[in-house]
Nanobody, 118 residues
Framework: QVHLVESGGGLVQAGASLRLSCAAS????????MGWFRQAPGKERELVAE???????TIAESVKGRFTISGVYDKNTVYLQMNSLKPEDTAVYYC????????????WGQGTQVTVSS
C-alpha cells in the first residue's frame, strides 16, 4: 500500500506564501508523475500542477507565475511553492502520484486545507 502524506497547508492573508510538501511512503513506488490538485467548496477537483519526471511540468493557467512545482524523483517527493496567494486559491489541496506518465492518478493523499483571507 502506498500512502501520500501532505503537509504545509494553513490560513494566510492574501499576498502571502505557502509551501506544500508531499511524500510517498509504504510499498515501493517508482512514481513517474506526481501532481497537485485542489478542490474548492462546490467546485470540481482541478489540476494545479504536475511534474512528469523526464518530461517536464504542467502549471494551470490560473496559478502560472505564482505557483511552482518541484520535487525529488528518487524520493517520490513533490513540493508546491505558492506565492502571491489570492482568496480564490482557497481549497483543499491534494497530492497525487502515478507509476504511469498518462491516464488517471493511482494514489492520492488525504488533502491539506489552504485558506486565504482577503
Amino acid at each position: 500500500q502506498v500512502h501520500l502524506v501532505e503537509s504545509g497547508g494553513g490560513l494566510v492573508q492574501a499576498g502571502a506564501s505557502l509551501r506544500l510538501s508531499c511524500a510517498a511512503s509504504g510499498r515501493s513506488l517508482s512514481a513517474r508523475r506526481m501532481g497537485w490538485f485542489r478542490q474548492a467548496p462546490g467546485k470540481e477537483r482541478e489540476l494545479v500542477a504536475e511534474v512528469r519526471w523526464t518530461v517536464g511540468t504542467t502549471i494551470a493557467e490560473s496559478v502560472k507565475g505564482r505557483f511552482t512545482i518541484s520535487g525529488v524523483y528518487d524520493k517520490n517527493t513533490v513540493y508546491l511553492q505558492m506565492n502571491s496567494l489570492k482568496p480564490e486559491d482557497t481549497a483543499v489541496y491534494y497530492c497525487a502520484a502515478s507509476a504511469q506518465l498518462g491516464g488517471t492518478y493511482d494514489y492520492w493523499g488525504q488533502g491539506t486545507q489552504v485558506t486565504v483571507s482577503s
